[in-house]
C-alpha cells in the first residue's frame, strides 16, 4: 500500500474505529520495544489482538510501522511539539536546547528508541539487493531539520556550503546513534551522554565560524 493509499485508508470511513486500532498497534509494538524486542508486524498484531492482514492494512511493512512509532513518541514529548517555534537565543544555545531535549526524551525511553534504530538497521539489510534508486530510506531527516533550524542564525556568518557542512556535522553528534555510542563503546552515564553531546555540538560551531573567519 503506497502511502497515499494508506492515508486514504485512515481517512476514509469509520475514522474513530480506525485510529483506535492503530493506536492499539502502535501501542502494542512500543510495549514489545520495551521488552527488548523488534517484532514483525504478525507480532505486533498479535499483542494488539487483531489479524495480521488488518496490520498490514495500517502499515506495509516494518519500516512504516516504527516510522510512525518514532514521529508518535515525538509527539508525545511534553517538550518536543513546541521545541522549534520556542528556540531563541544565539546558534550554540538554539543547538544546545535541541540536543538536550532530544537526549532527555530518547535517555528516558532508551530501550524504544535502540529499537528504532534496530529496525532502520534491518530496513537498511532487506534492501540489499535492491537497486539503490528504488530503496526506501529507512530513516527521517527530523534530526537533520532540526539542526538546520537551529544554526539558521549563522546564515549571514556561513556561506551556503559552510552552513550544510555544518548542518550535517551536527547530526553525527547527537540523537541515537550519538547516544549509542556513548554509551556503549566510550562507557558513559546519561547525564555525561548529555554533556559531552552538548560539548560536542557547540565545539563544531565555533570551529565552522573560526575558519570562516580566516577566509
Not at 528504532?116 to 531527516?141: I, K, M, S, T, Y
Not at 546519561?190 to 577566509?215: F, G, P, V
Request: aromatic share 6%; hydrophobic share 40%; with cysteine.
Amino acid at each position: 500500500m503506497s502511502v497515499s493509499r494508506q492515508e486514504k485508508f485512515l481517512t476514509s470511513g469509520r475514522q474513530n474505529q480506525k485510529q483506535r486500532t492503530r493506536e492499539a498497534l502502535l501501542d502494542a509494538a512500543v510495549n514489545l520495544a520495551r521488552d527488548g524486542r523488534s517484532p514483525s508486524i504478525a507480532e505486533v498484531a498479535d499483542a494488539a489482538r487483531v489479524s495480521p492482514a488488518t496490520a498490514y492494512r495500517y502499515f506495509p511493512n516494518t519500516g512504516s510501522l516504527w516510522a510512525d512509532v518514532a514521529s508518535r513518541q515525538i509527539t508525545h514529548s511534553r517538550e518536543y511539539p513546541d521545541l522549534l517555534e520556542s528556540l531563541s537565543g544565539t546558534a550554540e544555545e538554539r543547538m544546545d536546547t535541541v540536543v538536550r531535549t532530544t537526549a532527555d526524551m530518547q535517555l528516558a525511553d532508551e530501550t524504544v528508541w535502540r529499537t528504532l534504530l534496530r529496525a532502520a538497521l534491518d530496513q537498511w539489510f532487506d534492501q540489499l539487493e535492491v537497486p539503490e534508486a528504488d530503496r526506501v530510506p529507512v530513516r527521517g531527516n527530523t534530526r537533520l531539520e532540526m539542526a538546520r533550524i537551529a544554526v539558521s542564525p549563522l546564515a549571514d556568518r556561513l556561506s551556503p556550503e559552510q552552513l550544510d557542512r555544518l548542518t550535517h556535522a551536527l547530526t553525527m553528534v547527537y540523537g541515537m546513534e550519538a547516544i549509542v555510542t556513548a554509551r556503549d563503546t566510550c562507557g558513559l552515564d546519561a547525564e555525561t551522554t548529555t554533556e559531552t553531546m552538548s560539548w560536542a555540538a557547540r565545539a563544531l560551531i565555533r570551529a565552522a565560524l573560526a575558519e570562516a573567519d580566516q577566509l
